[in-house]
């Protein structure tokens, strides 16, 4: 058995989305909130080798808490041959966004803050760019 329950969708204008839920979830799982985002992202496996942190997420999870509905963005970048001029910029921004001060106003924006068990892989990836 499943049922449907309806998600906020926050964009330049609100609108609505049905969407299918599993049976037996239970009401945290239910709410899509930046937390149970952030647990779905949490429990997804890198798949990624070497500086790849490609991510495979279980969107048929029924761990409490998390909300397998997500959307990452990949930050893309050459690990190598950047520009002598703008790699500081590169790699600082990357590091930032990578940062706890740079996660936590995310969930103001509507954004699910990357995860700590993820956002640690980072630093070593954006140290190594040239």
């Known amino acids: 058995?499943?049922?449907?329950?309806?998600?906020r969708v926050t964009t330049t204008r609100a609108t609505w989305a049905s969407i299918y839920v599993p049976a037996g979830w239970s009401a945290s799982q239910r709410a899509a909130t930046a937390r149970t985002a952030s647990a779905g992202v949490a429990?997804?496996?890198?798949?990624g080798k070497g500086k790849d942190l490609?991510?495979?997420?279980?969107?048929?999870?029924?761990?409490?808490?998390?909300?397998?509905?997500?959307?990452?963005?990949y930050e893309i970048v050459c690990d190598r041959g950047n520009a002598a001029d703008t790699l500081p910029a590169l790699k600082s921004f990357l590091a930032c966004t990578a940062s706890d001060e740079g996660r936590k106003p995310l969930s103001r924006l509507h954004y699910a803050p990357l995860p700590k068990s993820v956002a640690v892989q980072v630093p070593g990836v954006v140290d190594s760019l040239s």
């Open 43 to 47: 429990a997804a496996k890198v798949i």
């Open 1 to 7: 058995m499943s049922t449907d329950i309806r998600l």
């Open 54 to 73: 490609t991510l495979r997420f279980d969107y048929q999870t029924s761990a409490d808490g998390t909300c397998p509905i997500v959307l990452v963005s």
